[in-house]
C-alpha cells in the first residue's frame, strides 16, 4: 500500500502544519490578553479586543488609555506577535490557495471509492486505447479503476477513478484491489510491460478475467501463456477491417452498425443463462425470443467453450449458455431479465 501510506503521510504533514500554524495564532492571542490583563488589569473581553486590534494593525484606538509598561508591552507584541501571525496565516494560505488541502482530501476520496470496488475491472494505461474502452465500459454502467503513470495529463476526466502508479508492480495491482475484481485490461505502450502485468496479475487472482494487447507479431503466444485469456492485435484488426471494408462493404457496415456504443436501433449482446431461469429446458420456439420480442439468437455459447452457429427453434436453452442476440436495446433488456429470473 505504498501510494496510500505516502497519501496518509502527507494528510499527517498537512494537519501538522496546519495545527501548528493554528496554535501559533491562539498562543500570541493568549499571550497579548493575559498580559492586558495582568498589567492594565482590563477584562478579557477588552484585553482581547486591544490584542487583536494591535496583530491584525488596523489601528483602531485602545480601548482604554495605555500605562507606560503597556505600551512597552504593546511593542514587543506588535514586534513579536505580528510576524508570527502573518507567518501563520501565509502558511495557511499557502496550503488552501496552492491546492494541497485539496489533493490531499481528493486523494482520500479516490482510496475510499478504491476500497469500496467489487467485481470491478482495472484497466492499465489510458492512452487512445484505453479511452475508448472506458467508454464503452461507462456506457454499461461497468464499474472501473484506472492505472496510470500520468494521471495528471487527464485530470479533466473528474468523474473517472484515475489511480497514479505503475501498473506492473504487484503492490499497485493489489491496491487496486485485484484479490476483489472480476477482469482487468491492460494496454500498456509496450508488449513487455503488459506481459509484466499479465504475469503479476494471475499470480494474484488465479481467476482473473485477463485481455491484454500485443502489438508485435508473435506477442500473443507468450502473452496467452503468461496467463491471458484472450488477446487482441489491434494492428491485426485493423488490417483485416481495412480488407473487408473494401471486400465486404455491407457486411462491415451491419457489424459497425449492430455493436456500435449507443445505437438504440440495433445492438448485439451477450445474455447468460441463470441457474434456474424460466429459459431452461425450453427450445428457442418454447422460449418466445423470436416469435414475441423480435430477438435473433444468432449462436449459443456452451459452459465448455463450444460455440453453436445459427442454432434451430429445436435448440434448447440450459443453464449456463451464454446467448449471443440480436435485436433493440429495450427487447433485450427483456431477454436479460428473463435469463435471470427463476422459474
Keep these: 500500500m505504498h501510494f496510500f501510506k505516502e497519501m496518509h503521510s502527507k494528510y499527517a504533514e498537512l494537519r501538522q502544519r496546519f495545527i501548528i500554524a493554528v496554535g501559533l495564532v491562539v498562543l500570541v492571542a493568549s499571550f497579548g490578553t493575559a498580559g492586558y490583563m495582568a498589567i492594565e488589569g482590563w477584562n478579557l473581553i ?3 479586543y486591544m490584542t487583536v486590534i494591535t496583530l491584525a494593525s488596523v489601528g483602531f484606538k485602545e480601548v482604554h488609555d495605555l500605562s507606560l509598561i503597556g505600551r512597552i508591552f504593546t511593542i514587543f ?6 510576524g508570527s501571525v502573518a507567518y501563520a496565516l501565509s502558511a495557511g494560505a499557502k496550503i488552501i490557495l496552492e491546492g494541497e488541502l485539496q489533493e490531499v482530501y481528493g486523494r482520500r476520496r479516490l ?3 478504491i476500497r469500496e470496488l467489487k467485481d470491478h475491472y482495472i484497466v492499465c494505461g489510458y492512452g487512445r486505447m484505453g479511452k475508448i474502452i472506458c467508454r464503452e465500459l461507462r456506457e454499461k454502467n461497468i464499474r472501473f479503476v484506472i492505472v496510470e503513470k500520468q494521471p495528471d495529463l487527464h485530470q479533466e476526466e473528474e468523474d473517472l477513478l484515475i489511480f ?8 499497485v495491482l493489489k491496491e487496486l484491489g485485484i484479490d476483489k475484481a472480476k477482469g ?3 494496454v500498456l505502450p509496450t508488449d513487455a510491460e503488459n506481459l509484466f502485468v499479465v504475469l503479476s496479475a494471475r499470480v494474484l487472482n488465479p481467476g482473473l ?3 491484454a494487447r500485443a502489438g508485435e507479431e508473435g506477442s500473443e503466444q507468450k502473452l496467452i501463456r503468461a496467463g491471458a485469456d484472450k488477446v487482441v492485435s489491434p494492428y491485426h484488426i485493423g488490417g483485416l477491417r481495412i480488407a473487408h471494408t473494401v471486400l465486404k462493404p455491407a457486411v462491415v457496415d451491419f457489424i459497425e452498425f449492430a455493436t456500435k456504443s449507443g445505437n438504440i436501433d440495433l445492438q448485439m449482446e451477450e445474455v447468460s443463462i441463470g441457474e434456474n431461469s424460466k429459459l431452461v429446458g425450453k427450445t428457442l420456439d418454447e422460449s418466445g425470443i423470436g416469435r414475441e420480442l423480435g430477438i435473433i439468437i444468432v449462436a449459443i455459447r456452451k459452459p465448455s467453450g463450444e460455440m453453436m452457429f445459427n442454432p434451430t427453434f429445436r435448440s434448447a436453452i440450459k443453464e449456463g449458455d451464454m ?3 440480436l435485436g433493440e436495446i429495450s427487447k433485450l433488456k427483456i431477454l436479460e431479465e428473463l435469463a435471470a429470473q427463476h422459474s
Aim: a negative charge; zero cysteines; charged letters at 30%.
Design 111 to 113: 482510496e475510499k471509492k
Design 77 to 82: 507584541l506588535i514586534v513579536g506577535g505580528v
Design 323 to 325: 446467448l449471443i442476440a
Design 46 to 48: 477588552d484585553a482581547l
Design 164 to 171: 497514479p502508479g505503475d501498473a506492473t508492480k504487484d503492490e
Design 184 to 186: 482487468l485490461i491492460t
Design 209 to 211: 478475467i485477463i485481455v
